[in-house]
Antibody
């Protein structure tokens, strides 16, 4: 069955960096793009962008240009999200999700807490 | 950006009753290829969102027929009939016709 398994929770200080991973299984990784979605505590969903898993080309929503990097380890069917120079407002759960019929299958989410 | 206005914010329902959620977009969601990329999700407490309806009215794999989607252009509706306890949570619409993709602000379905 199709699964997206994300890495574990992270506790970071402001100014640090974090890299979270999303390992896909149950389908051909390079056939479907991967989205990233942010959910701040108690808030709604915000689309961050996506990465073409065949070409590796990322597309970022405006609010996520600069400090956010989408990358791939295609041989390991894994998509990564790196956030640099972390700020308090980056505290959120980050989801990866496959681009199929819609944004169809989702990872379980990674809670990133930024606190001094 | 396309603004997705979702109403109501909170929706108290009785078990076995019916619920209706509205999602309106600030511009037409009809793509140049003729498809309309409006989808509905349910996020149960402590879980990741799950796809219910894709492209306005198509139920995703395993979704009960109690869930139905309708609408066109800028005006869309999700209906849930015979509400069950497992239906409780936050519902979101998502448009993927225009970049950037945008979500509605969510509707919390709760027991009356």
């Amino acid at each position: 069955q199709i699964q997206l398994v994300q890495s574990g929770p992270e506790l970071k200080k402001p100014g640090e960096s974090v890299k979270i991973s999303c390992k896909a299984s149950g389908y051909t990784f390079t056939d479907y793009a991967m989205h990233w979605v942010k959910q701040a505590p108690g808030k709604g969903l915000k689309w961050m962008g996506w990465i073409n898993t065949y070409t590796g080309k990322p597309t970022y929503a405006d609010d996520f240009k600069g400090r956010f990097v989408f990358s791939l380890e295609a041989s390991a069917s894994t998509a990564n999200l790196q956030i640099s120079n972390l700020k308090n407002e980056d505290t959120a759960t980050y989801f990866c999700a496959r681009s199929g019929l819609a944004v169809d299958y989702w990872g379980q989410g990674v809670m990133v807490t930024v606190s001094s | 950006d396309v603004v997705m206005t979702q109403t109501p914010v909170s929706l108290p329902v009785s078990l076995g009753g019916q619920a209706s959620i509205s999602c309106r977009s600030s511009q037409s969601l009809v793509h140049s290829n003729g498809n309309t990329y409006l989808h509905w999700y349910l996020q149960k407490p402590g879980q990741s969102p799950q796809l219910l309806i894709y492209r306005v009215s198509n139920r995703f794999s395993g979704v009960p027929d109690r869930f139905s989607g309708s609408g066109s252009g800028t005006d869309f509706t999700l209906k849930i009939s015979r509400v069950e306890p497992e239906d409780l949570g936050d519902y979101y619409c998502l448009q993927s016709t225009h970049f950037p993709f945008t979500f509605g602000s969510g509707t919390k379905l709760e027991i009356k």
